[in-house]
């Protein structure tokens, strides 16, 4: 059975919890909860807005005789519609981070990935992709966009719109993997390998660019994030030298080529292993916000900063959690320059989602707590996605029957 919390018990959540030091509360207007599409047991939820106005929403749920389903929906009226498979099998690599997405390019096309076991090592998958040239009603023949074949690990993918052409992945890459040990055993951090971050660029007709090396070795399971700005394509994700510091870096295309990595903010952060909280990035023509979690120090925080040349430089960091984040962090920016910035806190009982506006000159509104959520794994990655004055949601509730929920709240612009 769903559980749906009622609206005014939700607008006390809204209004109940705020941050010490922030404007008065400014975010939102309304919000209601949407009734989700998605079956229980269902996880690893993603949101997506297209530039023509529409929202949508893919997920993992379970299938027969152990078998994983890919689905999405599109947001039609005031509801989602009737979901469509993308994909389904038995050799899914279902993860509580790597989660599979979905996206629509300029020229209408849509894509999606997710990830699939490739040998008997835990972390040996592959990124498949599929396209659709009718809206997402039927599906082309998975591929891979690497052409390694090496039984490694695979993953973390984001798409963007090329600007040269066709569609543009990133992904991690463990091709140098020198894995030995026993199946089910071990991880990246401690094989003694390099993980990369690539790129390649697709075609509809399921052509595959040549690979792009863009960075030998970055953290091992971070998500990545990507955005098209005016100038061109801006990646983000967590880097790692040689002396274990990991701190966000970001590469660019511009002008026909990739730029080199360089860091979105030197935090220092040494840590031995992969912390699984990769950045968060948002973009309107050359300004970009990002958002990313650190530990730096062993203080742990949530950071938001801002660009206005199309991410080759940003501002000072904004803090904006109240002091006991999780990370899994989301951002959104505003017409007026401000973002909305989700992430994790843990709070008395479990954790709590939470939502601040910041504004480039380092003003802050109120912290507001949109609804209780598990401090585990379990409860994965929350979703945020704008689409014109509203924004939507997604999260796994884990304290009922674990499924995913979707709501949309009203935002001033």
Same mark, same amino acid.
């Given at each position: 059975?769903?559980?749906?919390?009622?609206?005014?018990?939700?607008?006390?959540?809204?209004?109940?919890?705020?941050?010490?030091?922030?404007?008065?509360?400014?975010?939102?207007?309304?919000?209601?909860?949407?009734?989700?599409?998605?079956?229980?047991?269902?996880?690893?939820?993603?949101?997506?807005?297209?530039?023509?106005?529409?929202?949508?929403?893919?997920?993992?749920?379970?299938?027969?005789?152990?078998?994983?389903?890919?689905?999405?929906?599109?947001?039609?009226?005031?509801?989602?519609?009737?979901?469509?498979?993308?994909?389904?099998?038995?050799?899914?690599?279902?993860?509580?981070?790597?989660?599979?997405?979905?996206?629509?390019?300029?020229?209408?096309?849509?894509?999606? $990935?997710?990830?699939?076991?490739?040998?008997?090592?835990?972390?040996?998958?592959?990124?498949?992709?599929?396209?659709?040239?009718?809206?997402?009603?039927?599906?082309?023949?998975?591929?891979?966009?690497?052409?390694?074949?090496?039984?490694?690990? $695979?993953?973390?993918?984001?798409?963007?719109? $090329?600007?040269?052409?066709?569609?543009?992945?990133?992904?991690?890459?463990?091709?140098?993997?020198?894995?030995?040990?026993?199946?089910?055993?071990? $991880?990246?951090?401690?094989?003694?390998?390099?993980?990369?971050?690539?790129?390649?660029?697709?075609?509809?007709?399921?052509?595959?660019?040549?690979?792009?090396?863009?960075?030998?070795?970055?953290?091992?399971?971070?998500?990545?994030?990507?955005?098209?700005?005016?100038?061109?394509?801006?990646?983000?994700?967590?880097?790692?030298?040689?002396?274990?510091?990991?701190?966000?870096?970001?590469?660019?295309?511009?002008?026909?080529?990739?730029?080199?990595?360089?860091?979105?903010?030197?935090?220092?952060?040494?840590?031995?292993?992969?912390?699984?909280?990769?950045?968060?990035?948002?973009?309107?023509?050359?300004?970009?916000?990002?958002?990313?979690?650190?530990?730096?120090?062993?203080?742990?925080?949530?950071?938001?900063?801002?660009?206005?040349?199309?991410?080759?430089?940003?501002?000072?960091?904004?803090?904006?959690?109240?002091?006991?984040?999780?990370?899994?962090?989301?951002?959104?920016?505003?017409?007026?320059?401000?973002?909305?910035?989700?992430?994790?806190?843990?709070?008395?009982?479990?954790?709590?989602?939470?939502?601040?506006?910041?504004?480039?000159?380092?003003?802050?509104?109120?912290?507001?707590?949109?609804?209780?959520?598990?401090?585990?794994?379990?409860?994965?990655?929350?979703?945020?996605?704008?689409?014109?004055?509203?924004?939507?949601?997604?999260?796994?509730?884990?304290?009922?029957?674990?499924?995913?929920?979707?709501?949309?709240?009203?935002?001033?612009?």
């Amino acid at each position: 059975m769903k559980l749906f919390i009622p609206l005014l018990f939700i607008v006390f959540l809204l209004t109940g919890c705020s941050g010490e030091n922030g404007t008065e509360s400014d975010l939102f207007f309304s919000w209601k909860e949407i009734e989700s599409p998605a079956s229980t047991q269902s996880g690893q939820p993603f949101l997506y807005s297209d530039g023509d106005g529409n929202v949508y929403l893919s997920w993992i749920e379970p299938g027969i005789d152990d078998k994983h389903v890919f689905r999405f929906a599109s947001f039609i009226g005031n509801g989602w519609s009737e979901p469509v498979t993308i994909a389904e099998g038995d050799e899914f690599f279902v993860n509580w981070a790597d989660v599979p997405s979905i996206f629509k390019s300029n020229n209408g096309m849509f894509a999606a $990935h997710w990830l699939q076991s490739s040998g008997e090592w835990i972390f040996a998958y592959d990124v498949k992709i599929s396209l659709s040239d009718n809206n997402g009603r039927s599906w082309s023949v998975p591929f891979s966009p690497h052409n390694d074949g090496t039984k490694t690990e $695979h993953g973390f993918a984001s798409f963007f719109d $090329h600007p040269d052409s066709g569609i543009g992945i990133v992904w991690l890459d463990g091709r140098e993997a020198e894995y030995s040990g026993a199946a089910g055993e071990g $991880h990246a951090s401690e094989a003694g390998w390099n993980m990369h971050l690539r790129s390649t660029t697709i075609q509809s007709n399921n052509y595959r660019s040549e690979e792009i090396l863009l960075d030998d070795r970055v953290c091992e399971c971070c998500p990545t994030a990507a955005v098209e700005t005016k100038n061109g394509v801006l990646v983000a994700y967590r880097d790692r030298t040689e002396d274990e510091i990991r701190d966000i870096s970001l590469v660019r295309f511009e002008d026909g080529g990739w730029t080199a990595p360089y860091p979105l903010y030197e935090d220092g952060w040494n840590i031995a292993g992969c912390p699984v909280n990769g950045p968060a990035l948002s973009a309107i023509e050359n300004k970009v916000a990002a958002a990313w979690y650190t530990a730096a120090g062993n203080d742990a925080k949530v950071n938001v900063a801002f660009s206005t040349d199309a991410g080759a430089t940003f501002s000072e960091p904004v803090r904006v959690d109240n002091g006991l984040p999780l990370g899994r962090v989301a951002v959104e920016l505003l017409d007026d320059g401000s973002a909305i910035v989700m992430w994790i806190e843990i709070l008395e009982e479990d954790a709590g989602l939470m939502i601040r506006r910041v504004y480039p000159d380092g003003s802050t509104g109120h912290a507001e707590k949109i609804v209780l959520i598990s401090d585990d794994r379990s409860s994965g990655y929350p979703r945020m996605t704008r689409n014109g004055n509203k924004i939507f949601f997604a999260w796994v509730d884990t304290f009922n029957e674990s499924f995913v929920r979707t709501a949309r709240a009203g935002i001033d612009i």
